[in-house]
């Protein structure tokens, strides 16, 4: 049995475990914190940076900071909100999202997070960088356009599938998801079963033909905004 | 089997198959073959244990790695602002004219390659460049096209050295035409050391009894971070683990930073001592002396310097007859990364991955190289290290300040009359640090390189410190000459290309910086710009992942304080409503060329 410790998050205590990252804490206290990269079943990597609370006064990622005892965290703080906005907006300029004919509109977490934060266009210059399109797979597509570095494919591949599918390649704004094989995804043993399949966060990978087959509308975040499932918790 | 078979398998092989030596694996299959060939990813991936993926992954992140051909001699011409406001542009172009190819192209013959880099150590006698690992220095545009025709003659970058630099420059090993450039002599690191007397004065105490002298002597990490020497070495040797490791970090690539060159020259021997007295104290038996790709021309002369300590018994089993003390060092060579200075880099750059930084919980005094506890430290750190053991803690510390104990070597470069090295105490004013330098009519000091700050007159009472002006050695002096936001620009572009990429504030946020400030340098730009810059700067200082973001945004930040005017002197108040950065006839270009016509609203 992991050991109990106390953590006050903006004002409030809450019950976390040794063991726990100050994410999975405030989960299950119903305190959201935005995250683009983490995922439940993933081991974190703090690359996304929005999860960024202070703990005793210095920025963190929330997602990989484990507990302590008496540690003191702020989230919702004006100062915070507005770096988490600006790295939203980042995301957006960096790539090329077109969400109005983009297959996971109303799924996108990206897009998802835009609308929490109240975003409807980005302060910051598109960049319109030429990134590459691979279709070379029979079942996946992998729209490079759409990628935000979250490296979720990364590590589901490796954790979740056993396989070592993609990795990130080159560095700086040049920084891409490589594929484990000569040239494309064809060329790799990535399956339309496998988890990385199905954990791009975005619209980077997309399965063939069962696009739009849950209409516009009547996907996950057309009737409820992103970190609802977390805010449930507070309320049980 | 194929040539490239073979020399991939004989390589794989030396390195025992060892996925964590993928560094030097893809480096000695370079050296053989001029580049790492795409059809070799998957030969390496099979005799290292990895991915094809995986080698991709380390290949496409170092600058002196290459999947692409290259040629057979690689000019790479240091792109400083120190370098490029000593004419370096000029002997940029006149390289471009001789070789008649531009900068990242290969002759047609496949002889030349020619490459620009950031700082490789040399901004005392800027321009230089790295021919392979020759390090030529002081060029002038007009020695270019001599240089170049001996090359074609000659084939050989050993042809271009010509008088040799003093010191052990002069030396069989290292035999390079560098300078020392010592200006300063100080008592700790440049004078007065004797092979041997602080390693035998540590193994008459206990580890215990070092690290407390440690303590005691108030030293502070010489990288720049300014973490307790000592108190790192205790929260090493108190951490769980089987292996304990020590590294040096030789990764000097600040800009306008090379003081560790100078001591990897003239007192490797004293870090060697210093690494061992520490491992001597923590408990580790291996050690890693990181050497950044640009001083390989430094690489037969350490492993000289280490072979010697192995033949007097100073390295290795049983060290001065020591029956439970061993230890060895290797080095680890880098291939041009920038990042790998950060600590975490460092790490995972000598487990043969890509250089990206890792969270830093847990420490690397938990949890480091391995996995197990390892305390990295910086060339200066060791250096003062075993002087602290060979003289005494209470001698160390009475020397500089309280909070910054000992001497610093400084490397001042830029407009100054004598360009150096230079050990001074700590708490010495900016102001003396100039006059010594001969430095006249400065208008700023980038204090710390880039990712310090910039200062003015204003400040130059100030000392150099913890405590004031931080530094781990770069000093670069800019006389009132000089377009400070040039300077800027270029810091700016610095950090853009040695992102890691892996956080997205660092990764983008200094591209959106860095075009800003041009957008301003062209005259479009407006007082609101300035909020822009300063708070996009405040993101990615605050969010970014590691020392590098969260310092890249200084330039920028730390010129918004000091030197508010000249801001102010290129902004102008945007009463038209438009923005200044959108220019509509190059956003409607493009389709009127795919039209085929002109555009009949806007036109000139």
């Given at each position: 049995?992991?050991?109990?410790?106390?953590?006050?998050?903006?004002?409030?205590?809450?019950p976390?475990?040794?063991?726990?990252?100050?994410?999975?804490a405030a989960d299950?206290?119903?305190?959201?914190i935005?995250r683009?990269?983490?995922?439940?079943?993933?081991?974190p990597?703090?690359?996304?940076?929005l999860?960024?609370v202070l703990?005793?006064?210095?920025p963190q990622?929330s997602c990989?900071?484990?507990?302590?005892?008496?540690?003191?965290?702020?989230?919702?703080?004006?100062e915070?909100l507005?770096?988490?906005r600006n790295?939203?907006?980042?995301?957006?300029?960096?790539?090329?999202?077109?969400c109005?004919?983009?297959?996971k509109?109303?799924?996108?977490?990206?897009?998802?997070?835009?609308?929490r934060?109240?975003?409807?266009?980005?302060q910051?210059?598109?960049?319109f960088?030429?990134?590459?399109?691979d279709?070379?797979?029979?079942?996946i597509?992998?729209?490079?356009n759409?990628c935000?570095?979250?490296a979720?494919c990364?590590?589901?591949?490796q954790?979740?599938d056993?396989?070592?599918v993609?990795q990130?390649?080159g560095?700086?704004?040049?920084?891409?998801?490589?594929?484990?094989?000569?040239?494309?995804?064809?060329?790799?043993d990535?399956?339309?079963?496998d988890?990385?399949a199905?954990i791009?966060p975005v619209?980077?990978?997309?399965k063939?033909?069962?696009?739009?087959?849950?209409?516009?509308?009547?996907r996950?975040?057309?009737?409820?905004?992103i970190?609802?499932?977390v805010?449930?918790?507070?309320e049980? | 089997?194929?040539k490239?078979?073979s020399?991939?398998?004989?390589?794989?092989?030396?390195?025992?198959n060892?996925?964590?030596?993928l560094?030097?694996?893809?480096?000695?299959?370079?050296?053989?073959l001029?580049?790492?060939?795409r059809e070799?990813f998957?030969?390496?991936?099979?005799?290292?244990n990895t991915?094809?993926?995986?080698v991709?992954s380390?290949?496409?992140?170092y600058a002196?790695?290459?999947?692409?051909?290259?040629?057979?001699?690689v000019?790479?011409?240091c792109?400083?602002?120190?370098?490029?406001?000593?004419?370096?542009?000029a002997?940029?172009?006149a390289?471009?004219?001789e070789?008649?190819i531009?900068?990242?192209?290969?002759?047609?013959?496949?002889?030349?390659?020619?490459?620009?880099t950031?700082?490789?150590?040399?901004s005392?006698?800027?321009?230089?460049m790295?021919?392979?690992h020759?390090?030529v220095?002081?060029l002038?545009?007009?020695?270019?096209?001599?240089?170049?025709?001996?090359?074609r003659?000659?084939?050989?970058?050993?042809?271009?050295v010509?008088?040799?630099?003093?010191?052990?420059?002069?030396?069989k090993?290292?035999?390079?035409m560098?300078?020392n450039?010592?200006r300063?002599?100080?008592?700790?690191?440049?004078?007065?050391?004797?092979?041997g007397?602080?390693?035998?004065?540590?193994?008459?105490?206990?580890?215990?009894e070092?690290?407390?002298?440690?303590?005691?002597s108030?030293?502070r990490?010489?990288?720049?971070?300014g973490?307790?020497?000592?108190l790192k070495?205790?929260?090493?040797?108190?951490?769980p683990?089987?292996?304990k490791y020590?590294?040096c970090?030789a990764?000097e690539?600040?800009?306008?930073?090379?003081k560790?060159r100078?001591?990897l020259?003239?007192?490797?021997?004293?870090?060697?001592e210093?690494m061992?007295?520490?491992?001597y104290?923590?408990?580790a038996e291996?050690?890693?002396?990181?050497?950044r790709a640009?001083?390989?021309?430094?690489?037969?002369h350490l492993?000289?310097?280490l072979?010697?300590?192995?033949e007097?018994?100073?390295?290795?089993?049983r060290?001065?007859?020591?029956?439970n003390?061993?230890?060895?060092?290797r080095?680890?060579?880098g291939a041009?990364?920038?990042v790998?200075g950060?600590?975490?880099?460092?790490?995972?750059?000598?487990?043969?991955?890509r250089?990206?930084?890792?969270?830093?919980?847990?420490?690397p005094?938990a949890?480091g190289?391995?996995?197990?506890?390892t305390?990295?430290?910086?060339v200066?750190?060791y250096?003062?290290a075993?002087?602290?053991?060979d003289?005494?803690?209470g001698?160390?510390a009475?020397i500089?300040t309280?909070?910054?104990?000992g001497t610093?070597?400084?490397?001042?470069?830029?407009?100054?009359?004598?360009?150096?090295?230079?050990?001074?105490?700590?708490?010495?004013?900016?102001r003396?640090?100039?006059k010594r330098?001969?430095?006249?009519?400065?208008a700023?000091?980038q204090?710390?390189?880039p990712s310090?700050?910039?200062?003015g007159?204003?400040e130059?009472e100030?000392?150099?410190?913890y405590?004031?002006l931080?530094?781990?050695?770069?000093?670069?002096?800019?006389?009132?000459?000089?377009?400070?936001?040039?300077?800027?620009?270029?810091?700016?572009?610095f950090?853009?290309?040695?992102?890691?990429?892996y956080?997205?504030?660092?990764?983008?946020g200094?591209?959106?910086?860095k075009?800003r400030i041009?957008?301003?340098?062209?005259?479009d730009?407006s007082p609101a710009?300035?909020?822009?810059l300063?708070?996009?700067?405040t993101?990615v200082?605050?969010?970014?992942?590691?020392?590098?973001g969260?310092t890249?945004?200084n330039p920028v930040l730390?010129?918004?304080?000091h030197?508010?005017?000249?801001?102010n002197?290129l902004?102008?108040?945007?009463?038209?409503g438009?923005q200044k950065?959108?220019?509509?006839?190059?956003?409607v270009?493009?389709?009127s060329?795919i039209a085929g016509?002109?555009?009949?609203?806007?036109?000139?």
């Amino acid at each position: 049995m992991k050991k109990n410790v106390t953590i006050t998050i903006d004002g409030k205590e809450i019950p976390a475990k040794l063991g726990q990252t100050i994410m999975q804490a405030a989960d299950d206290a119903g305190i959201y914190i935005p995250r683009l990269c983490s995922h439940k079943d993933l081991s974190p990597i703090g690359s996304c940076r929005l999860c960024t609370v202070l703990v005793d006064g210095r920025p963190q990622a929330s997602c990989v900071k484990p507990v302590m005892d008496g540690m003191v965290i702020e989230n919702d703080t004006p100062e915070l909100l507005e770096h988490r906005r600006n790295i939203i907006d980042m995301m957006f300029v960096e790539g090329n999202h077109f969400c109005m004919f983009c297959e996971k509109s109303g799924n996108c977490e990206l897009q998802a997070m835009a609308y929490r934060f109240g975003i409807t266009a980005p302060q910051y210059p598109y960049q319109f960088p030429e990134k590459a399109v691979d279709a070379s797979h029979p079942d996946i597509l992998l729209d490079h356009n759409r990628c935000i570095m979250c490296a979720r494919c990364v590590r589901a591949s490796q954790e979740l599938d056993g396989k070592n599918v993609f990795q990130s390649i080159g560095r700086g704004f040049e920084r891409k998801i490589g594929v484990n094989g000569e040239k494309d995804l064809g060329d790799t043993d990535m399956s339309v079963d496998d988890k990385a399949a199905d954990i791009c966060p975005v619209g980077c990978i997309i399965k063939k033909r069962v696009g739009f087959k849950v209409p516009i509308g009547e996907r996950e975040y057309d009737t409820r905004r992103i970190g609802s499932f977390v805010e449930a918790n507070a309320e049980s | 089997m194929s040539k490239m078979e073979s020399v991939v398998t004989e390589i794989c092989d030396r390195y025992g198959n060892d996925r964590a030596r993928l560094m030097d694996i893809v480096s000695d299959v370079q050296r053989k073959l001029g580049h790492v060939p795409r059809e070799a990813f998957e030969l390496i991936a099979q005799g290292a244990n990895t991915h094809h993926v995986e080698v991709e992954s380390v290949i496409s992140f170092y600058a002196f790695l290459s999947e692409e051909k290259k040629g057979a001699i690689v000019i790479r011409l240091c792109n400083d602002i120190i370098d490029r406001f000593h004419d370096g542009e000029a002997v940029a172009e006149a390289l471009k004219r001789e070789l008649g190819i531009g900068i990242g192209e290969t002759t047609p013959d496949g002889k030349f390659t020619l490459e620009e880099t950031p700082s490789i150590g040399m901004s005392d006698q800027s321009p230089a460049m790295m021919v392979n690992h020759e390090i030529v220095t002081n060029l002038t545009p007009e020695q270019i096209p001599g240089m170049i025709a001996k090359l074609r003659k000659t084939g050989k970058p050993q042809s271009l050295v010509g008088d040799l630099g003093d010191g052990q420059n002069a030396g069989k090993l290292i035999h390079s035409m560098v300078q020392n450039n010592i200006r300063e002599a100080g008592p700790v690191l440049l004078s007065g050391y004797k092979r041997g007397k602080g390693i035998r004065k540590a193994l008459t105490e206990t580890p215990e009894e070092v690290i407390e002298n440690m303590k005691a002597s108030g030293l502070r990490g010489r990288g720049g971070a300014g973490f307790l020497a000592g108190l790192k070495w205790q929260l090493t040797r108190q951490s769980p683990g089987k292996e304990k490791y020590v590294l040096c970090n030789a990764d000097e690539g600040e800009p306008g930073t090379f003081k560790d060159r100078v001591l990897l020259t003239e007192r490797a021997e004293l870090m060697v001592e210093g690494m061992t007295i520490a491992a001597y104290a923590i408990g580790a038996e291996t050690g890693i002396l990181y050497l950044r790709a640009e001083y390989a021309y430094l690489r037969r002369h350490l492993e000289e310097v280490l072979n010697q300590f192995r033949e007097q018994h100073l390295l290795g089993k049983r060290i001065l007859g020591h029956s439970n003390f061993h230890f060895d060092i290797r080095i680890q060579m880098g291939a041009g990364a920038y990042v790998c200075g950060e600590e975490t880099s460092l790490i995972s750059s000598c487990e043969g991955t890509r250089g990206d930084p890792t969270d830093r919980t847990p420490f690397p005094v938990a949890k480091g190289y391995m996995v197990s506890p390892t305390a990295v430290n910086n060339v200066e750190t060791y250096c003062c290290a075993a002087r602290i053991l060979d003289q005494g803690a209470g001698w160390f510390a009475s020397i500089g300040t309280e909070k910054s104990t000992g001497t610093k070597l400084l490397s001042v470069c830029g407009d100054c009359a004598l360009p150096g090295i230079y050990e001074v105490p700590f708490g010495i004013p900016l102001r003396e640090v100039l006059k010594r330098a001969g430095a006249e009519n400065v208008a700023a000091v980038q204090v710390g390189g880039p990712s310090g700050q910039m200062v003015g007159p204003a400040e130059f009472e100030q000392t150099i410190s913890y405590e004031e002006l931080s530094t781990g050695g770069s000093m670069m002096v800019f006389s009132n000459e000089r377009d400070l936001l040039e300077v800027v620009q270029a810091f700016m572009q610095f950090f853009v290309d040695e992102s890691c990429g892996y956080c997205v504030p660092c990764r983008v946020g200094n591209v959106l910086l860095k075009s800003r400030i041009e957008q301003i340098r062209r005259g479009d730009g407006s007082p609101a710009d300035l909020v822009y810059l300063q708070n996009l700067g405040t993101s990615v200082k605050r969010m970014s992942r590691c020392g590098l973001g969260q310092t890249s945004p200084n330039p920028v930040l730390s010129t918004l304080k000091h030197f508010r005017p000249v801001y102010n002197s290129l902004v102008r108040d945007n009463k038209t409503g438009l923005q200044k950065s959108f220019h509509i006839m190059q956003a409607v270009e493009d389709a009127s060329r795919i039209a085929g016509r002109r555009s009949e609203v806007f036109h000139e």
